[in-house]
T-cell receptor
Framework: GQSLEQPSEVTAVEGAIVQINCTYQ??????LSWYQQHDGGAPTFLSYNALDGLEETGRFSSFLSRSDSYGYLLLQELQMKDSASYFCAVRSTSGTYKYIFGTGTRLKVLA | NAGVTQTPKFRILKIGQSMTLQCTQDMNHNYMYWYRQDPGMGLKLIYY???????DKGEVPNGYNVSRSTTEDFPLRLELAAPSQTSVYFCASTIEGAGSYEQYFGPGTRLTVT
C-alpha cells in the first residue's frame, strides 16, 4: 500500500528551529507537498518539492530525498502562531489523480 | 476570487437522513476532491473528479455519492446518514500542469450524525 508516516506531536519554544519528518512508502509520486492546518481551520499549502533537495520559503524550508523515501519540513524562528498541525502529501503516479496525505504532526510552540 | 466555498458550515443529521454538501470553486480548476477528517486524524479521500462528467472513488467512498455537471460545482451526497459519517468534510481543487500540485481547500463542513 501507500502511506506517509509523521510523528504525532512535536513541541518547541518560541524562536527555536523544529524539523517535522515524513517517511513514505509509495510506488511513485510527482512530488512532496506540505500543508498547515490550524485548529478548526482548513489546510493551507506551504511548500512543494518536485526534485530532491531543499526548497526555502521565508521561515519555512522543505527537503526531499527520493532515494531515502524521506522528506522534512523545517520551521525556523518559531512563533506562537506556528502552533498547528502539519501534513505531508503526495500525488500518486499510479495512473489516477489521487492525493495521499500523511498522518499529521501537531506542533506546539511554547512561550 | 472567492476560491473554494462550501455550504453549510455546520449540520446535524439524524440517523437515516440524507443531505448534500455543496462545493463551488471559481478558479476554473479541473480537478476537485472531497476529503473527510476525523478528530485528530489526517485527511482521507472520498471521491475526486478530473473534469465535468468524470468522477472516481477515493479511499473511503462507501455511503457517499458525487456528481460533476459543471467545472465549478462538485456536490457530495450522503444517503442514509450513519454515526460513522460524523466528521469534517473538506472540498479542494487544483490545477494540473502548474508544477506545484497545490490544493486549495474550502473552509469545511462540520457534520454530526446522531
Amino acid at each position: 500500500g501507500q502511506s506517509l508516516e509523521q510523528p504525532s506531536e512535536v513541541t518547541a519554544v518560541e524562536g527555536a528551529i523544529v524539523q517535522i519528518n515524513c517517511t513514505y512508502q509509495t510506488s511513485g509520486f510527482y512530488g512532496l507537498s506540505w500543508y498547515q492546518q490550524h485548529d478548526g481551520g482548513a489546510p493551507t499549502f506551504l511548500s512543494y518539492n518536485a526534485l530532491d533537495g531543499l526548497e526555502e520559503t521565508g521561515r519555512f524550508s522543505s527537503f526531499l530525498s527520493r532515494s531515502d523515501s524521506y522528506g522534512y519540513l523545517l520551521l525556523q524562528e518559531l512563533q506562537m502562531k506556528d502552533s498547528a498541525s502539519y501534513f505531508c502529501a503526495v500525488r500518486s503516479t499510479s495512473g489516477t489523480y489521487k492525493y495521499i496525505f500523511g498522518t499529521g504532526t501537531r506542533l506546539k510552540v511554547l512561550a | 476570487n472567492a476560491g473554494v466555498t462550501q455550504t453549510p458550515k455546520f449540520r446535524i443529521l439524524k440517523i437515516g437522513q440524507s443531505m448534500t454538501l455543496q462545493c463551488t470553486q471559481d478558479m476554473n480548476h479541473n480537478y476537485m476532491y472531497w476529503y473527510r477528517q476525523d478528530p485528530g486524524m489526517g485527511l482521507k479521500l472520498i471521491y475526486y473528479s478530473v473534469g465535468a462528467g468524470i468522477t472516481d472513488k477515493g479511499e473511503v467512498p462507501n455511503g457517499y455519492n458525487v456528481s460533476r455537471s459543471t467545472t465549478e460545482d462538485f456536490p457530495l451526497r450522503l444517503e442514509l446518514a450513519a454515526p460513522s459519517q460524523t466528521s469534517v468534510y473538506f472540498c479542494a481543487s487544483t490545477i494540473e500542469g502548474a508544477g506545484s500540485y497545490e490544493q486549495y481547500f474550502g473552509p469545511g463542513t462540520r457534520l454530526t450524525v446522531t
